[in-house]
């Protein structure tokens, strides 16, 4: 079973940037879409970007022009750069497939962002 895990999150001001990285135990990202998602307290995990196995990505309109999803496939890792940042960006940030079956999620990483 494939173990993901999420690190990078960090307490920001409002207008910062963050890297947050997704390590996976095997060779996936050549092969599989991954996305970066995100779950705000006391709301649903949404999906924030996508991207393919030969680097098509997608952004959902509210972190558009702002974040970018990325990955190496030499070092098993995905990417999710973050700039301008906003309060509404607050929320714990998973990566997974993009399409089921899904992998086991990982503990996330957080991500807070002050005004």
């Known amino acids: 079973q494939v173990q993901l895990v999420e690190s990078g999150g960090d307490l920001v001001q409002a207008g910062g940037s963050l890297r947050l990285s997704c390590a996976a135990s095997k060779n996936i990202f050549s092969i599989d879409v991954m996305g970066w998602y995100r779950q705000a307290p006391g709301k649903q995990r949404e999906l924030v970007a996508s991207?393919?196995?030969?680097?098509?990505?997608q952004y959902t309109d509210f972190v558009k022009g702002r974040f970018t999803i990325s990955r190496d496939t030499a070092k098993n890792t995905l990417y999710l750069q973050m700039n301008s940042l906003e309060p509404e960006d607050t929320a714990v940030y998973y990566c997974?497939?993009?399409?089921?079956?899904?992998?086991?999620w990982g503990q996330g990483t957080q991500v807070t962002v002050s005004s």
């Open positions: 991207i393919t196995s030969d680097s098509s990505t």
């Open positions: 997974n497939k993009l399409f089921p079956p899904r992998y086991y």
